[in-house]
């Protein structure tokens, strides 16, 4: 099993990027995909999630409305797409999965304590 996040890169404040996470070794069917990110000094949190067997989503409150988490099954691929970002979206962002077909949400959020599989990070800098 691999996940290989990219997409990131330095970006100004109100503008968009957008984060491929493709995955090998499964397929989207079997697994969910979640989105953290870590900030300096900060605690990995969960972004956003999303299970193709389930079809379902969750995204963190904080950022519904910029934030949508989207799937590409033919390129085995999901997709975070980030609108208006903001200086706070600085983090290093990655993609993991907990090999279940479930969003692992506990208590009303992500739990990166149930990811069995990580990628590596990409920066994302939101900065003028």
């Known amino acids: 099993v691999q996940l290989q996040a990219s997409g990131g890169g330095l970006v100004q404040p109100g503008r968009s990027l957008r984060l491929s996470c493709t995955a090998s070794?499964?397929?989207?069917?079997?697994?969910?995909i979640g989105w953290f990110r870590q900030a300096p000094g900060k605690e990995r949190e969960g972004i956003s999630c999303?299970?193709?067997?389930?079809?379902?989503?969750w995204t963190r409150d904080s950022v519904k409305g910029r934030f949508t988490i989207s799937s590409d099954t033919a390129k085995n691929t999901v997709y975070l797409q980030m609108n208006n970002l903001k200086p706070e979206d600085t983090a290093v962002y990655f993609c993991?999965?907990?090999?279940?077909?479930?969003?692992?949400?506990?208590?009303?959020?992500?739990?990166?304590?149930?990811?069995?599989?990580w990628g590596k990070g990409t920066l994302v800098t939101v900065s003028s």
């Open positions: 999303i299970s193709e067997r389930f079809g379902k989503t």
């Open positions: 070794g499964f397929t989207l069917r079997e697994y969910s």
């Open positions: 993991a999965t907990p090999a279940v077909r479930g969003c692992t949400v506990v208590n009303g959020d992500l739990s990166r304590h149930g990811m069995h599989y």
